[in-house]
């Protein structure tokens, strides 16, 4: 019995780990898996060596496994560089919601009829770009 564990990305949600852990144990040899959302890591028990070309192949293209051996450090400062530059687009969403909101209360004037505004907006946005990728919604939200 061999045990290896490698770093995996794209896992956003508890459906994301039951999805990673069923597709692989759905592999010939592996006895057990163990995924973590917090780690974003896979503990792979295997009766006999699986090459990782085989695992990642048995997983969703939403997924990718990283061997622990390489180097990880880019892919994790990658994913804490944030710059105002890339949230421009989520503030001028929030932005253009919150005026047509105003707009929609400039008479009224009352806080429970922004917020009711602004949630109703932010629902058909929202939906919007539900439309825009509808194959891979599911899988992220579901």
């Known amino acids: ?70 180097n990880i450090d880019p892919v994790t400062k990658e994913k804490n560089n944030t710059t105002p530059k890339q949230l421009f687009p989520l503030f001028l969403v929030f932005f253009y919601i919150a005026i047509i909101s105003f707009v929609l209360n400039r008479n009224a004037g009352t806080v429970s009829g922004f917020m009711l505004d602004f949630m109703g907006v932010f629902y058909i946005v929202f939906s919007f770009f539900k439309f825009l990728d509808y194959k891979n919604f599911p899988g992220v939200f579901g």
Not at 18 to 46: C, Q
């Open 1 to 70: 019995m061999q045990t290896a564990e490698f770093k995996i990305t794209g896992m956003t949600c508890d459906g994301c780990v039951e999805t990673v852990g069923r597709h692989l144990r759905n592999l010939k040899d592996v006895s057990k898996v163990d995924v973590s959302l917090a780690d974003e890591s896979v503990k792979i028990e295997m009766i006999e060596p699986i090459h990782t070309n085989v695992l990642q192949q048995a997983l969703p293209d939403d997924y990718t496994l990283i061997d622990q051996t390489k």
